[in-house]
């Protein structure tokens, strides 16, 4: 049973920071691209930044430069460092693990992060 359980969001004002972490349970984190995602509320979900087991991490442009994601492979754990926050990063960020093999999806349940003006 893969499980990923999100924590780290809140309440922020604009210009601060927050760090997610995603600690994922069952045999998955080595075989799986890790990533994160968010959805403002009337929008589509949409990728902010994914992490390989190796290789480099992959960013929206709305966010590259300002949210480092970081994996700790020996502890199951992927991270999103939320740096310069705006208003419109406000969205519930999910946690997401893309299994390579065989191949399947899985999320978390999501953590709300709000950045007020």
């Known amino acids: 049973q893969v499980q990923l359980v999100e924590s780290g969001g809140g309440l922020v004002q604009a210009g601060g920071s927050l760090r997610l972490s995603c600690a994922a349970s069952g045999s998955i984190f080595s075989n799986a691209v890790m990533g994160w995602y968010r959805q403002a509320p009337g929008k589509q979900r949409e990728l902010v930044a994914t992490i390989p087991t190796g290789g480099s991490a992959n960013y929206a442009d709305s966010v590259k430069g300002r949210f480092p994601i970081a994996r700790d492979n020996a502890k199951n754990t992927v991270y999103l460092q939320l740096n310069s926050l705006k208003p419109e990063d406000t969205a519930v960020y999910y946690c997401?693990?893309?299994?390579?093999?065989?191949?399947?999806?899985?999320w978390g349940q999501g953590t709300q992060v709000t950045v007020s003006s």
């Open positions: 997401n693990a893309r299994r390579i093999f065989p191949p399947r999806v899985y």
